[in-house]
């Protein structure tokens, strides 16, 4: 039933008023194909969206051994998915069936039809989220080929920076799958230039840099030689949530992400206390909802944009960022988060990316499956890692330096992980030590307590220890507290920092137009939800320092 509701929110079908109305937009063209005319070809950057009036469109899969017809759409249906609106390359091709007659239009007049017809946007959007979901779960869309080992550390990364991004891809394990030796030679590559990243028989990249897969996917988008009203630096949901606010309220938002939207939060498999949400939601669905909405209303996130430095400039600031380039800003947002601290377990930085993991989803538990694996940490991000690889592994070991799970993980979570039959809590204890030859094998534990050493013969450790925040780009202007957190709001008006004549907003930095919100703000509450609101808040005040100026 589900993947029916599912089928028939990816394809709808316009009714004839709502053909009408689409007929009298603006810049929308009556066109004419012929039998096997392409209208776009995957690959395709910043095509057209077409709604077919008479005749046929086949959407077809080329990123197989062969193609496939992913389905064929009748008058009254529409091309596209995300990827029409985020500026990335087409994943399909659209082919006329018979002569056929579609609405053409181009992708800035979609932006202004979303914005303006609510109606036909409902059904647009829901269409295009539904298809890009269809793709991935379907198990027959190909995508990306990521050729690599299982052990290598460069592999795990270009796999988590797909996934992060929710790129479909298949990964070609090079020590198992037995296909790829014949592969590796139609792409005339060798063992050691792996991992080796493929779109249908075409060879894009040999082991690509993380800001490298995002220009060959059309995730670094460019950003406009203009005055920025407000940049944001992190694309977690404090920044997500201010770039869709603030994009809709008519100010010109960039959103600046390193890695990918969601943050830490996108990584989680389930968040079952955001409000709205009665059922839970996946952090990556939740964070490529907000991307498809920042996009609509007209937000640039350019992907793989790391942000060096800022600096202070005639009222303005100026953030220098990879590749000698430099962006201007009326107004700034510090919202890069914070990062899971590394265990100092010794041996630990050998096995990050082939058994030490940061994250607990479908791309590491394959890794894991069916195994005993630990956990370590004591709060919500480690309590739905473990309930989760409780679902995917023989035994979890859940592991806490302190005495008691309900201190710093919610009650309902907390409730849910001690009755799991398969989750061992281990109190007082910590990971000492690490073994394994190309790929982790076994851990040393210890307890703090008795004293007790233990060994666990496991493949991965999922470590969620704390943060430390994401601030060393800072300049000294802007004031952090003794961890490095952004110090924020009205206290600051007797920083030696601060001279301008009213005082600090209550989510305003130490220099004037500069905030802070989420995970990176010095007394933050440590929830989607809190970022989300300080990030709408942040608006509020953008409106108010324009104002001044």
């Not at 407000?230 to 809709?248: K, M």
Request: with cysteine; proline share 4%; glycine share 10%.
């Amino acid at each position: 039933m589900a993947e029916h509701n599912l089928w028939a929110a990816a394809f709808p079908k316009l009714g004839e008023a709502q053909l009408a109305e689409l007929a009298k937009c603006p810049n929308t063209k009556l066109r004419h194909f012929q039998d096997g005319e392409f209208l776009f070809e995957a690959g395709e950057r910043d095509y057209c969206f077409f709604i077919i009036k008479s005749g046929q469109v086949e959407i077809v899969d080329k990123t197989g051994d062969s193609p496939k017809t992913v389905v064929v759409h009748d008058p009254g249906e529409f091309t596209g998915e995300v990827a029409q609106l985020t500026g990335s390359p087409a994943l399909v091709s659209a082919v006329a069936r018979g002569e056929c007659e579609v609405f053409e239009i181009s992708p800035e007049a979609l932006h202004q039809l979303l914005n303006r017809h609510l109606d036909l946007a409902d059904v647009i959007l829901q269409a295009f989220i539904a298809r890009r979901q269809l793709l991935r779960e379907s198990g027959e869309f190909v995508g990306l080929r990521v050729v690599g080992s299982r052990d290598s550390q460069d592999t795990f990364r270009v796999r988590d920076f797909l996934a992060k991004n929710r790129i479909p891809f298949t990964w070609i394990d090079l020590d198992s799958d037995p296909a790829v030796k014949q592969l590796l030679a139609q792409f005339q590559v060798s063992e050691k230039e792996t991992p080796v990243v493929a779109w249908g028989t075409e060879l894009l990249l040999r082991n690509p840099s993380n800001l490298q897969l995002a220009q060959a996917l059309g995730l670094r988008r460019t950003l406009a030689k203009t005055v920025y009203d407000l940049i944001v630096v992190g694309g977690g949901p404090a920044g997500l949530a201010a770039a869709v606010y603030g994009a809709s309220e008519g100010l010109r938002v960039a959103v600046l992400e390193r890695v990918a939207p969601g943050g830490q939060a996108g990584r989680s498999m389930r968040i079952e206390n955001y409000l709205g949400f009665p059922a839970g939601i996946s952090g990556s669905e939740l964070a490529e909802r907000a991307v498809v909405q920042a996009n609509r209303f007209g937000a640039c996130l350019p992907v793989g944009t790391q942000v060096n430095s800022v600096a202070f400039n005639d009222g303005q600031m100026v953030l220098a960022i990879d590749g000698d380039e430099s962006v201007r800003t009326k107004c700034l947002l510090i919202a890069t988060g914070a990062d899971y601290r590394l265990l100092s377990a010794e041996g630990c930085a050998q096995f990050e990316g082939c058994g030490v993991y940061y994250a607990a989803t479908p791309l590491e538990a394959q890794m894991c499956h069916g195994s005993e694996v630990v956990v370590v940490g004591g709060g919500n991000s480690a309590g739905q890692a473990a309930m989760f690889l409780a679902s995917q592994v023989r035994k979890v070991y859940l592991i806490l330096r302190g005495d008691n799970l309900h201190k710093s993980m919610s009650s309902y979570l907390a409730d849910r992980v001690e009755p799991t039959p398969n989750i061992e809590v281990m109190l007082y204890t910590e990971v000492k030590r690490m073994y394994g030859e190309g790929h982790l094998h076994e851990v040393e534990l210890f307890n703090n307590k008795t004293g007790e050493r233990r060994r666990l013969k496991v493949p991965a450790v999922f470590s969620f220890i704390g943060a430390s925040p994401r601030t060393e780009w800072l300049p000294p202007e802007i004031e952090k507290d003794e961890r490095g957190f952004v110090r924020t709001g009205p206290s600051l008006g007797q920083s030696s920092q601060w001279n301008y004549r009213r005082q600090p907003f209550l989510l305003e930095a130490s220099r004037p137009g500069v905030f802070a919100a989420g995970d990176v703000r010095s007394g933050s509450v440590k929830r989607v939800a809190s970022a989300v609101g300080e990030g709408s808040m942040v608006v509020q005040f953008v409106h108010a320092v324009l104002a001044e100026r």
